[in-house]
């Protein structure tokens, strides 16, 4: 019952802001309550898992190439982004660091913002990571500047709670402005997959396109509520992450030497391994 309620927690939460908020309307302080009591539910279901335990990951094609870091990887703990909401609970963020590149850091002493063309990430391919069509793609927004110092990144997380969630709830967008551009793959058998975070007019698919793993389907930007530019991942069960549960992934990928099939984790560098590079490992 639990998980079922918890899929419908965005909309408790804006039927109870509209109860909370329209006194001067109905003029019943019982409905009121009612209202606050429906925003504080709705607000504790983000951390109930709509997801049914014990569910097999489902395997991919790494949606990038190069050598990545992991950043709030399910790897590491779940839900990986302190939340369950919009089909979040398994979800990975990717940060491009090349070969040989300083050690990526969360956060800098400065300078206060950098434009999101000094980082690596900026620009990268982004590839589908199964067989799929495109039931949702948008590229309009915004790449801005980084957030990734200390009072840059204060005046993310107010931006994002009190700007970018309460405008996609106000308008019924399923996360868009936090999103910002973003592509979703159906992937059949109820399996729907997530890139956020996109660069501004790189989005190369429209809606109802059929693509192919290792498809490329736009590049790596810092739109939406990103604290620099990388790409944000996850798979869903709903094509609406409004209304989604999160689903569990792994792909096959190369690090500290060793070939694994999960999730890297650990803030440790990983190189995704081909479908061709494994069919080489499999020859020799």
Do not use: C
Not at 228 to 254: K, S
Not at 269 to 280: C, N
């Amino acid at each position: 019952m639990h998980r079922t309620l918890a899929r419908f927690r965005t909309l408790f939460v804006l039927l109870g802001l509209a109860l909370a908020f329209s006194t001067p309307l109905h003029g019943r302080s019982a409905l009121s309550m009612a209202g606050m009591a429906m925003v504080v539910g709705g607000l504790l279901l983000f951390f109930v898992s709509g997801t049914a335990p014990g569910r097999e990951p489902v395997v991919l094609r790494s949606p990038v190439r190069g050598r990545w870091v992991p950043v709030n990887s399910p790897a590491d703990k779940i839900p990986s982004h302190g939340t369950h909401e919009l089909g979040q609970t398994y979800a990975i963020d990717l940060v491009h660091v090349p070969e040989g590149a300083a050690e990526w850091q969360p956060l800098r002493k400065g300078p206060l913002a950098s434009r999101p063309e000094s980082f690596p990430s900026f620009g990268q391919e982004i590839t589908a990571p199964a067989d799929g069509v495109v039931v949702q793609a948008s590229g309009w927004q915004r790449d801005h500047w980084s957030r990734n110092s200390w009072p840059a990144f204060l005046y993310l997380v107010v931006e994002g709670v009190l700007f970018r969630a309460l405008l996609s709830y106000f308008t019924l967008s399923a996360g868009r402005f936090v999103a910002g551009n973003s592509v979703v793959l159906d992937l059949g058998d109820g399996v729907y997959a997530f890139l956020a975070h996109m660069r501004r007019g790189s989005v190369r698919v429209r809606k109802g396109d059929r693509v192919r793993a290792g498809d490329v389907l736009g590049e790596v930007g810092n739109s939406g509520n990103s604290s620099e530019p990388h790409l944000h991942f996850h798979l869903m069960d709903r094509r609406r992450p409004v209304a989604a549960a999160g689903l569990p992934f792994a792909f096959r990928y190369e690090s500290g030497g060793e070939v694994r099939t999960g999730v890297p984790g650990g803030r440790r560098p990983f190189v995704p391994v081909t479908e061709e590079k494994v069919g080489g490992d499999q020859a020799a």
